[in-house]
């Protein structure tokens, strides 16, 4: 077991890779992640498996194995996707069992087409939950205005959800409370309130946002003053009043998650957002580079208190508008997330017509 890793497990935060791909199943490599490592977790997103698909032949004999079944985009995907992801699921179940479902998760996310469309985006999560047959599998919903509701209903359902494409605080707190509200409605119905979630806020596209309009002094801190602001309505949340009357009635808390946490600046260290956010009871969902960073890397500890409220009056000295810039993260993230699955579709239809011609 990796020195460095378990530092971070002292810390009271939690390890999940951000990848999945068929090799890193069939290799090993995931396995060997998790024993070593003390990886409890993943998370997954088209773009992985774009390029899984597009670089490799390791889907190959899947597709056509698909394709006999007249299953072809999205739909093809989506089986491609579960076999990976159940097959995780099944390597992290007994981290899910050990820790009674407070580990040991996987993510699928709908369709990112979907992310102003509420009644879609809830059936969508309805259908890949029951499709998954694994406890230990989150539908990734984004926290959209229009995906709060579909988050409410689907955790009332009994639908675990990963609340994706948060980027800041009040973004969060949203989420958060439509979780609340889900649980809150399956207490009132006499149902089981143990429905887990998770709240994955993106962390290192504030800095890549505002890289160019903010002196030296400041780059690289707005993405982790953000994360701390909520973090700290995250603990505000976990100590209230409402969160000890669902933990009372035997639900669990939203974990909050820190994704996007891969240095993007070549010149900061590796290692920027991971050691700036080890914070207890949190989540944090690593690329494999950043992970393999922090297992090479002995001088580790708790992440520092600072005064984050004065980090934002020195952004807001030097023009940043952060709600601004929240706004803008979330639209580009929706747009992101949507070509990155269009260019899925796309490499599915061009891998399936060069396996027909074969």
């Given at each position: 077991?990796n020195?460095?890793?378990?530092k971070?497990?002292?810390?009271?935060?939690?390890?999940?890779?951000?990848?999945?791909?068929?090799?890193?199943l069939?290799?090993?490599?995931?396995?060997?992640y998790?024993?070593?490592?003390?990886?409890?977790?993943?998370?997954s997103?088209?773009?992985?498996?774009?390029?899984a698909?597009k670089?490799?032949?390791?889907?190959?004999?899947?597709i056509?194995?698909?394709?006999?079944?007249?299953?072809?985009?999205?739909?093809?995907?989506?089986?491609?996707a579960?076999?990976?992801?159940?097959?995780a699921?099944?390597?992290?179940?007994?981290?899910?069992?050990?820790?009674?479902g407070?580990d040991?998760?996987?993510?699928?996310?709908?369709?990112?087409?979907?992310?102003?469309?509420?009644?879609?985006t809830l059936?969508?999560?309805?259908?890949?939950?029951?499709r998954?047959e694994?406890?230990?599998?989150?539908?990734?919903?984004?926290g959209?205005?229009?995906?709060?509701?579909?988050?409410?209903?689907a955790?009332?359902?009994g639908?675990?959800?990963?609340v994706?494409?948060l980027?800041?605080?009040?973004?969060?707190?949203?989420?958060?409370?439509?979780?609340l509200?889900g649980?809150?409605?399956?207490?009132?119905?006499?149902?089981?309130?143990?429905?887990?979630s998770?709240?994955?806020?993106?962390?290192?596209?504030?800095?890549?946002?505002?890289?160019?309009?903010?002196?030296?002094?400041?780059?690289?801190?707005?993405?982790?003053?953000?994360a701390k602001?909520?973090?700290?309505?995250?603990?505000?949340?976990?100590?209230?009043?409402?969160?000890?009357?669902?933990?009372?009635?035997?639900?669990?808390?939203?974990?909050l998650?820190?994704?996007?946490?891969?240095?993007?600046?070549p010149?900061?260290?590796?290692?920027?957002?991971?050691?700036?956010?080890?914070?207890?009871?949190?989540?944090?969902t690593?690329?494999?580079?950043?992970?393999?960073?922090?297992?090479?890397?002995?001088e580790?500890?708790a992440?520092?208190?600072e005064?984050?409220?004065?980090?934002?009056?020195?952004?807001?000295?030097?023009?940043?508008d952060?709600?601004?810039?929240?706004?803008?993260?979330?639209?580009?993230?929706?747009?992101s997330?949507?070509?990155?699955?269009?260019?899925?579709?796309?490499?599915?239809?061009?891998?399936?017509?060069?396996?027909?011609?074969?």
């Amino acid at each position: 077991m990796n020195a460095t890793t378990q530092k971070l497990h002292g810390v009271g935060q939690s390890i999940w890779l951000d990848n999945i791909t068929r090799r890193l199943l069939t290799s090993g490599t995931l396995e060997s992640y998790i024993r070593e490592l003390s990886v409890t977790g993943l998370t997954s997103n088209p773009t992985i498996f774009e390029h899984a698909i597009k670089n490799g032949n390791d889907y190959d004999d899947a597709i056509r194995r698909i394709l006999e079944e007249d299953k072809f985009g999205a739909e093809l995907f989506f089986e491609l996707a579960l076999e990976d992801l159940r097959q995780a699921a099944d390597l992290f179940r007994p981290v899910y069992d050990q820790t009674d479902g407070v580990d040991g998760w996987v993510s699928l996310e709908v369709s990112p087409l979907l992310a102003r469309e509420t009644a879609a985006t809830l059936d969508a999560a309805v259908a890949l939950h029951k499709r998954a047959e694994r406890p230990n599998l989150f539908i990734k919903i984004p926290g959209t205005s229009e995906g709060l509701p579909a988050i409410e209903e689907a955790i009332f359902r009994g639908v675990p959800v990963n609340v994706t494409l948060l980027f800041s605080a009040e973004q969060y707190l949203a989420s958060a409370k439509a979780y609340l509200r889900g649980i809150e409605r399956r207490i009132e119905a006499g149902l089981n309130p143990n429905v887990c979630s998770v709240a994955s806020l993106f962390v290192s596209r504030w800095d890549v946002a505002v890289a160019k309009k903010v002196p030296e002094s400041l780059r690289n801190q707005l993405g982790i003053a953000i994360a701390k602001k909520a973090y700290a309505l995250y603990r505000e949340l976990l100590d209230s009043p409402l969160g000890q009357r669902i933990q009372n009635a035997g639900a669990r808390s939203q974990r909050l998650l820190f994704a996007s946490t891969g240095t993007k600046d070549p010149s900061a260290s590796a290692l920027l957002y991971v050691q700036a956010l080890a914070l207890p009871s949190t989540i944090n969902t690593m690329p494999e580079a950043t992970l393999n960073a922090l297992a090479a890397h002995p001088e580790f500890g708790a992440a520092e208190a600072e005064n984050i409220d004065g980090i934002f009056t020195e952004f807001a000295g030097a023009g940043i508008d952060t709600d601004a810039v929240a706004a803008q993260l979330l639209e580009e993230g929706i747009a992101s997330f949507a070509k990155s699955w269009n260019d899925l579709m796309e490499c599915i239809a061009s891998k399936s017509e060069a396996l027909r011609r074969q």
